[in-house]
């Protein structure tokens, strides 16, 4: 018998100056695809941040009023790590994200704001590969940004954000989905991955609570293991991968 043939992932398409990145959470694109971020922001390419939770929900002995700030904290020292200034939070509350107008609304109005050819998201399945449960805010609002992509671009969606100044933006060529059991494209992990491993190490109270191992050690395994298994696949070369959606 022949061995199967691998599919390869096709390199991200690379004609784009702006991304912007909506997620859940705090250390969701640490966890997902920082050392992608890290290489682009040194190619001299603009990406910010949403997120549609401050993460207060996330930490069982930290009540949210005391957690909020610190992950707030936390996350946007992370995003400095990769080149990320710009970090917003919808102020979704952590763990009931609905999914719904009121989550497309605010992720639209964040793409009409932010102007992105790129938009970034994380798994809006209801597995990760078949093999462990996604979490309902994952799902919320990696499915909201699929849908608000489109509904930026539409002024008779949402007509309230064009009175707030807010003009359409039917400028997002690509949703890139991270994390994804279905990847079809990837990037070169090699470049960004020491900062990568940062970016998530300042997400280190999480951390701390998740596991008893060293904080270093359990993040260095858990990027560094996912990206040489993408590798495969990519080359053999390290990589961050993407379930990419044109526009």
């Known amino acids: 018998m022949t061995e199967p043939t691998i599919t390869q992932l096709e390199p991200m398409p690379g004609d784009w100056r702006r991304a912007l990145a909506v997620v859940a959470h705090p250390d969701d694109l640490e966890y997902g695809c920082a050392a992608a971020i890290a290489a682009w922001t040194d190619e001299g390419r603009e990406v910010a941040y949403v997120l549609a939770t401050r993460g207060e929900a996330g930490i069982d002995t930290l009540a949210p009023a005391e957690c909020a700030p610190l992950r707030e904290r936390e996350q946007r020292a992370s ?28 992720i639209a ?21 078949g093999v462990a449960w996604n979490t309902p805010d994952h ?8 849908d608000a992509a489109a509904d930026a671009g539409n002024r008779w969606i949402f ?22 059991s279905s990847p079809t494209h990837a990037v070169d992990a ?20 998740l596991t008893e191992e060293d904080p270093e050690t359990y ?28 526009r």
């Open 109 to 129: 109005a964040a793409i009409r704001r932010h102007r992105p050819e790129l938009v970034i998201t994380m798994n809006h399945r209801d597995t990760w590969g």
């Open 190 to 209: 090699t470049p960004g991955m020491e900062r990568a491993v940062r970016s998530l190490l300042e997400h280190r109270t999480y951390i701390e609570v």
């Open 219 to 246: 993040v260095r395994g858990f990027l560094t293991g996912f990206a040489e298994a993408a590798g495969e696949r990519f080359g053999g070369r390290p990589a961050v991968t993407f379930e990419v959606f044109a």
């Open 79 to 106: 995003a400095a790590v990769v080149g990320v200034s710009e970090v917003e939070f919808l102020d979704h509350r952590d763990g009931v994200v609905e999914y719904g107008t009121a989550l497309r609304r605010d």
């Open 139 to 146: 799902v919320a609002v990696g499915r909201a940004t699929l």
């Open 159 to 180: 007509p309230e954000l064009t009175d707030r100044g807010l003009e359409p933006w039917n400028g997002v060529r690509w949703v890139a989905v991270a994390g994804s």
